[in-house]
């Protein structure tokens, strides 16, 4: 059975820190990751898929086979990254399953 | 962008009665829906997907006769909980998929209903 996890439930760096937000997934057809951003009072939305390997901002995500990762990244974190973040996997055109969220506050 | 509304943003019940939430895709036609519930601090579960014209999917677990949803066009589902109970206060969200998406599985999601049933 397919399952995300997302081990910190929260996360919390200082201004200009490296941050990481941990994803595993487990899933035994070829998965297709995303990372999905919501900020204070705004609704759920898209911020990067692991097929297009985009940097959206400053984000990166490497979808790591061998480990089963999905881990976000981004090497100098900004007050406006405060938001909570989710992992998803997608295992077919209508199945998309969310981890629990890890909500990331940025320090200023 | 694609835009997806839901409405009410939030919705007080009492328990017995049923309740509408409408979602609508904004400026494109979506023939597929999602209808998602949230419990506080806990994941997003996908409840059904809904087609227009035809017959939602259920999740396993989610039962058809107490969430009834309806996908009578290109731009509305609806879901409606019925005989609502305490229970069922939760934040449930719709997301739709844009055809214009050069990605097709990508998804795009609504603000959310908020709802509390006393």
């Given amino acids: 059975a397919q399952r995300v996890t997302q081990p910190e439930k929260l996360l919390s760096v200082f201004k200009g820190a490296p941050v990481e937000l941990k994803c595993n997934y487990s899933y035994s057809g070829s998965p297709e990751l995303f990372w999905y951003v919501q900020y204070s009072r705004q609704r759920l939305q898209l911020l990067l898929r692991h097929i297009s390997r985009e940097s959206i901002k400053g984000f990166t995500a490497d979808l790591n086979k061998g480990e089963t990762s999905f881990h976000l990244k981004k090497p100098f974190a900004q007050e406006e990254d405060s938001a909570m973040y989710y992992c998803a996997l997608q295992t077919g055109a209508n199945n998309l399953f969310f981890g629990t969220g890890t909500r990331l506050t940025v320090i200023p | ?118």
């Avoid at chain 2, 309806?70 to 997301?95: G, K, M, Q, R």
Wanted: glycine share 6%; with cysteine; aromatic share 12%.
């Fill in chain 2, 1 to 118: 962008g694609a835009v997806v509304s839901q409405h009410p943003s939030r919705v007080i019940c009492k328990s017995g009665t049923s309740v509408k939430i409408e979602c609508r895709s904004l400026d494109f036609q979506a023939t597929t829906m999602f209808w998602y519930r949230q419990f506080p601090k806990q994941s997003l579960m996908l409840m059904a997907t809904s087609n227009e014209g035809s017959k939602a999917t259920y999740e396993q677990g989610v039962e058809k006769d107490k969430f009834l949803i309806n996908h009578a066009s290109l731009t509305l589902s609806t879901l409606t909980v019925t005989s609502a109970h305490p229970e069922d206060s939760s934040f449930y969200i719709c997301s739709a998929r844009d055809p214009r998406s050069g990605y097709s599985y990508e998804q795009y999601f609504g603000p959310g209903t908020r709802l509390t049933v006393t």
